[in-house]
């Protein structure tokens, strides 16, 4: 254990109480403002008679647009100020989330989904890039674990509050005021609270900021040291196999998770038959799951060091029960709903496993730009996902089985496809879990 980790539990924590839960919050509300559309479709097919296959592209044209600031925002916050950045863009996808609620057609819906996905295209990479400026590579896995959290909890909040929205107005009513919790939840406390380093905010200790400064030092020099010097740049990365696999398996891993994410409401309904109130905490339910999943499968995957392992289990679990889901449909519902409760679980639970992979398996100079990378063209996956799943549904009559049984499909290849990293991104045995050389070359 490194004298970085030992001092750990001898200096304060206010990183851990102040950063994280705010990243978290603002997430979380990105998080909903991408994907309460799920929620709207029902009104949009009454208002703007838009048929299934539209609706799966108005959803995932969302992630044509998250492309375009992926690797910018992670400059930006790297060179100038995750702060600033992120602070702006809060506001900016405040007014398009807004905007939803106003369009008059279908070609309007597209243009404003599009643009909100611009708009929150860069926090993503902003936040890690502000979370590494806080946490020493000892402490990262866990904060980036925590802050991932925001994922099942936004859909947990999401599901009940716009169900309950959906009683007593319409969609228009939903995406407007949930539009407007950037303005009044987001950036006050962004940027009343948030600071980019520890120099910079007067509630770190010294003895905090110390430990800090010393730790990222350490990692730099290690860094430094394991790349013999040498500058990596993008054209690097564009080369190397090692991340286009990872990206591989990201992409596919979203197919899977937002095609189930954003017809889960309506895989709800037609199970449960229930009103918008009841289907929206219906939906809740498998989030609650896939916290808890998320931080066990985490837990577990760092103890085995089997980290491709871990993303493959919780790849096969999650595809297995979402075609027993629907399978099962309305003859049991109470079995369809922990079936896709475990499905959803499964589909996130992956995260932990597979970041801790990828930062062992990749070279540590072209992480950073790898990573943006790897969640840019990765989240396509989010547009692949909802607007085939939306084909698929309208060919086989409203039926989501054919669905179900392609986003199956993309979640188990990418469990398989991950275990082709099991040389470099896991982690053996009793070894601790220090930074390891890679050459690039070779790994590939």
């Not at 200096?11 to 919050?25: E, F, H």
């Not at 708009?119 to 993503?124: Q, T, V």
Request: glycine share 10%; aromatic share 12%.
């Amino acid at each position: 254990m490194s004298e970085t980790t030992r001092s750990a539990s001898t200096v304060g924590k206010m990183r851990w109480r102040r950063l994280i839960p705010i990243a978290i919050i603002v997430y979380i509300i990105s998080f909903m403002d991408r994907t309460n559309i799920g929620f709207a479709f029902a009104g949009m097919h009454k208002d703007l008679g838009i048929n299934d296959a539209q609706q799966g592209l108005a959803a995932g044209i969302f992630f044509i647009g998250y492309l375009s600031l992926q690797i910018p925002g992670g400059y930006w916050a790297e060179h100038w100020s995750a702060k600033k950045f992120v602070g702006i863009m809060v506001l900016v996808w405040g007014v398009i989330a807004v905007l939803n609620g106003f369009v008059q057609n279908y070609w309007q819906l597209l243009l404003v989904r599009f643009l909100l996905g611009v708009a929150e295209a860069g926090i993503w990479p902003a936040i890690l890039v502000l979370i590494s400026h806080w946490f020493p590579a000892a402490e990262r896995a866990r904060a980036y674990a925590f802050w991932i959290t925001n994922i099942a909890i936004a859909s947990i909040i999401t599901a009940p509050l716009s169900g309950w929205i959906l009683t007593f107005s319409d969609w228009r009513t939903l995406f407007v005021v949930e539009g407007l919790f950037p303005f009044v939840i987001a950036a006050p406390l962004w940027w009343i609270f948030v600071a980019d380093h520890p120099r910079e905010a007067k509630w770190c200790s010294p003895e905090e900021r110390e430990y800090i400064e010393s730790g990222l030092a350490a990692d730099e020099a290690t860094a430094e040291r394991l790349s013999g010097g040498k500058q990596v740049g993008f054209r690097q990365v564009l080369s190397n196999s090692i991340v286009w696999r990872l990206t591989l398996v990201y992409f596919l891993i979203q197919i899977g998770f937002y095609g189930i994410n954003i017809w889960l409401p309506t895989v709800v309904k037609t199970i449960t038959g229930g009103a918008s109130f009841e289907v929206g905490w219906v939906t809740a339910i498998p989030y609650v799951l896939a916290i808890i999943a998320l931080w066990y499968n985490a837990k577990a995957a760092d103890k085995t060091g089997r980290y491709s392992t871990h993303v493959l289990l919780s790849m096969a679990v999650g595809a297995v029960a979402l075609v027993a889901s629907v399978a099962t449909g309305n003859n049991i519902p109470v079995l369809a709903i922990v079936f896709i409760s475990i499905a959803v679980a499964g589909a996130l639970a992956y995260d932990g496993p597979f970041w801790a992979a990828a930062s062992r398996a990749m070279p540590m100079a072209v992480a950073g730009v790898a990573m943006g990378l790897i969640n840019a063209v990765g989240n396509l996956g989010g547009f692949a996902g909802p607007y085939v799943s939306g084909i698929l549904l309208g060919v086989s009559g409203g039926s989501f089985f054919v669905s179900s049984i392609f986003l199956a499909c993309c979640l188990l290849a990418a469990g398989l496809v991950m275990l082709t990293l099991r040389r470099g991104g896991d982690r053996p045995v009793g070894e601790p879990d220090e930074p390891v050389a890679h050459d690039t070359d070779e790994a590939r």
